[in-house]
Nanobody
């Protein structure tokens, strides 16, 4: 499966962005899709994930109540709605997909990765 991430940009503190991740080559059926982010000098870390089979999701604590992961089955797309953005949210955001029904936070579990999209939050 090929993943295409988009929607990043420059936004002020408190603003919003919506990231998109589109799949090609196959659908997300029986996959878990997640968003990770990597800031300069830091490791790539889990942000949010969604099980395509049952819709269950998971978020890292720092984005709970601000970010929402959702899906559009007809478009084989996953979205990350990011609200109340903070400077510490600045990073390259990657979407990833891996086979299975459970959301896994380890990046090593995901077999497929998009190219990344830059999110910059200015203060």
């Amino acid at each position: 499966v090929q993943l295409q991430a988009s929607g990043g940009g420059l936004v002020q503190v408190g603003g919003s962005l919506r990231l998109s991740c589109a799949a090609s080559g196959r659908t997300f059926d029986s996959y878990t899709v997640a968003w990770f982010r990597q800031a300069p000098g830091k490791e790539r870390g889990f942000v949010a994930g969604l099980s395509w089979s049952d819709g269950k999701n998971d978020y890292t604590d720092s984005v709970k109540d601000r970010f929402t992961i959702s899906r559009d089955s007809a478009k084989s797309a996953v979205y990350l709605q990011m609200n109340s953005l903070k400077p510490e949210d600045t990073a390259i955001y990657y979407c990833a997909a891996g086979p299975g029904r459970m959301v896994v936070r380890s990046r090593n579990w995901y077999a497929y990765w998009g190219q990344g999209t830059q999110v910059t939050v200015s203060s």
